[in-house]
């Protein structure tokens, strides 16, 4: 059971916009920590696709945006693309835990 | 460009111990703050541990804590994991990833490819 929740699997056609949610609570999210967001293409290492709740590192298309409220925050995907299917992951910092957490991942099929 | 290099993993039995290196290249290594992020065959990822650019803050994930000791040298440009009475829920690959200057706001911008621990008896 991951700290912050994110939902297995979602899917969307090709040109089409899906959002990735990732709940936590106020020990991570809710206490003002930052948001970041991983891509891990299969049998890849996990890539930094967001930080700072919406930042995108050098190189990240705009198709790719953060967002945050409360004690959640959203990963965005517009104009889908082939190759955006892959596993995305959430991370933040934990204040109970003292240390960094991440979601269980989100499965993205492109259909 | 930056590059980090894993070594040190394999085969091991329950109850023993391994030591794994990341060799980091491409930036100012005593600058910044470096981490362990594991992945179990088909599972998620789950940070392990992190150590600030002076070696002044250290933390742990509660499953490795009292076990797994993480350690630098800026000399070297190199991070280690040294990983005794390992169990078979560690079995992973093992990631360095880099962080950031500031502790609390850690996030991964690079990683390298990983190093595989399999703990079989």
């Avoid at chain 1, 040109?15 to 948001?35: D, H, L």
């Avoid at chain 1, 050098?58 to 892959?86: C, M, N």
């Avoid at chain 2, 093992?94 to 490819?113: H, S, V």
């Amino acid at each position: 059971q991951s700290v912050l929740t994110q939902p297995p699997s979602v899917s969307g056609a090709p040109g089409q916009r899906v959002t990735i949610s990732c709940t936590g609570s106020s020990s991570n999210i809710g206490a003002g920590y930052y948001v970041h967001w991983y891509q891990q293409l299969p049998g890849t290492a996990p890539k930094l696709l967001i930080y700072g709740n919406s930042n995108r590192p050098s190189g990240v298309p705009d198709r790719f945006s953060g967002s945050k409220s409360g004690t959640s925050a959203s990963l965005a995907i517009t104009g889908l693309q082939a190759e955006d299917e892959a596993d995305y992951y959430c991370q933040s910092y934990d204040s109970s835990l003292s240390g960094w957490v991440f979601g269980g991942g989100t499965k993205l099929t492109v259909l | 460009e930056v590059q980090l290099v894993e070594s040190g993993g394999g085969l091991v039995q329950p109850g023993r111990s391994l030591r794994l290196s990341c060799a980091a290249s491409g930036f100012s290594f005593d600058d910044y703050a470096m981490h362990w992020v594991r992945q179990a065959p088909g599972k998620g990822l789950e940070w392990v541990s992190g150590i600030n650019y002076n070696s002044g803050n250290i933390g742990y994930a509660d499953s490795v804590k009292g076990r797994f000791t993480i350690s630098r040298d800026n000399a070297k440009n190199s991070l280690y994991l040294q990983m005794n009475s390992l169990r078979a829920e560690d079995m992973a690959l093992y990631y360095c990833a880099k962080g950031e200057q500031q502790w609390l706001i850690n996030y991964f911008d690079y990683w390298g490819q990983g190093t595989l621990v399999t703990v079989s008896s």
